[in-house]
C-alpha cells in the first residue's frame, strides 16, 4: 500500500519538518519541478509526499485523504470534531510550539480566572446592553472551553482572522483567544493571560488520519517509528 504524507510547504513549521524527516532517514526529493507539490522519499518506494499548508494538512487527515501529516495539534483540534476518534497523534515533535490562551485587557483587575470572567459574563448585558465578545479564529476551541468546561454561555464569537490582539483596542472586541509563544504580541497590546486560560500547549505532531487499511501495515508502523527514532 502506498502511503501519503503530507508536509508543510511554506511557513514556521516547514524548515523543522523537513530537517525531522532527513534525521529520520527519509530524505525527500521532489518530483518534477522544484515548485512540485510532490516528493518521494529516497529509497522508500510505498511512499508518497505532499507539501500542502498546515490548515490545509489538518482538512485532509480529516477527510482521509492523507495517511500521516505534520501539522500543529491546535490546527487539528479547531479543523475536526472529535479529533481523537478520526486522527491518531503518534509523536510530539518539539517544535512549533504555542498555547491557545484566553487574555483579557490588562486594565481588568478583578478578573484573573475563568470564574472571574463567567462573573464579568453574566453581568455584562445589564451593564452593556450586549454580551460579551471574544475575538478569535479559533471558534471549536474557544466554545469548548467557555461551554463545556466552565459553563459561561453568555458570550458572541466575533471571528478574527488576523491582528486578533488588536480587537479590545479597536473595539471590535472585549477579549481575545489567539495563539502565544514569547507573550510579546499579547504584551505589546496590553493583554494579559488568565491564571487558568491556557486552552492547550500546541506543538507540531505527526498526525495520523485513522483508517482501517492501517491495521498491520508495515509501513505505517514503519513511518512512525523512523520519525520517532529521530526525536
Ligand atoms: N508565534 C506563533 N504564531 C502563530 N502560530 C504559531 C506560532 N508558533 C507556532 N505556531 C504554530 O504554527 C502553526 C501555523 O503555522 P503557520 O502560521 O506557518 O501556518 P501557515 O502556513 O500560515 O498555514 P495556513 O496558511 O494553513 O494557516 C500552528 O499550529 C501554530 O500553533
Ligand atoms: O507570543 P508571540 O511570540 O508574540 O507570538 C504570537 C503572535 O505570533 C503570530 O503572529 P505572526 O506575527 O507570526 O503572524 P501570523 O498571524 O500571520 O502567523 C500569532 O498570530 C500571534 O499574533
Known amino acids: 500500500m502506498t502511503i501519503t504524507i503530507a508536509l508543510p510547504s511554506k511557513g514556521r513549521m516547514k524548515d523543522d519538518a523537513s530537517a525531522l ?3 529520520a ?10 515548485r512540485s507539490y510532490r516528493g518521494r ?7 508518497e509526499i505532499a507539501f500542502l499548508s498546515a490548515t490545509e494538512i489538518s482538512r485532509e487527515l ?9 501539522t500543529g495539534e ?5 479543523g475536526l470534531a472529535e479529533a481523537d476518534k478520526r486522527v491518531e497523534f503518534s509523536a510530539r515533535l518539539g517544535f512549533g510550539r504555542a498555547d491557545v490562551v484566553v487574555a483579557v485587557p490588562e486594565i481588568w483587575l478583578d478578573v484573573d480566572t475563568m470564574a472571574d470572567l463567567g462573573d464579568v459574563a ?4 445589564a451593564r452593556h446592553g450586549r454580551r460579551l465578545t471574544i475575538a478569535t479564529k479559533y471558534w471549536r476551541l474557544t466554545q469548548q472551553f467557555f461551554s463545556s468546561q466552565h459553563g459561561i454561555q453568555l458570550y458572541r464569537i466575533v471571528e478574527s482572522l488576523g491582528a486578533t490582539e488588536g480587537a479590545p483596542a479597536s473595539g471590535s472586541a472585549d477579549i481575545i483567544v489567539d495563539i502565544t509563544s514569547t507573550g510579546s504580541t499579547l504584551r505589546a497590546n496590553h493583554l494579559r493571560v488568565l491564571n487558568d486560560g491556557v486552552i492547550l500547549r500546541s506543538q507540531a505532531c505527526l498526525v ?17 517509528e523512523a520519525v520517532r527514532s529521530a526525536l
Open 62 to 70: 480529516g477527510s482521509g485523504t492523507i495517511d500521516f501529516g505534520v
Open 25 to 34: 532517514g527519509m530524505r525527500i526529493i521532489a518530483v518534477g519541478n522544484d
Open 21 to 23: 524527516f532527513e534525521r
Open 122 to 125: 453574566a453581568d455584562f448585558r
Open 208 to 224: 495520523r488520519a485513522r483508517k482501517e487499511s492501517h491495521a498491520g501495515e508495515p509501513s505505517v508502523a514503519r513511518v512512525i
Open 74 to 78: 491546535d490546527l487539528v483540534r479547531e
Open 41 to 47: 522519499v529516497e529509497g522508500w518506494d510505498d511512499v
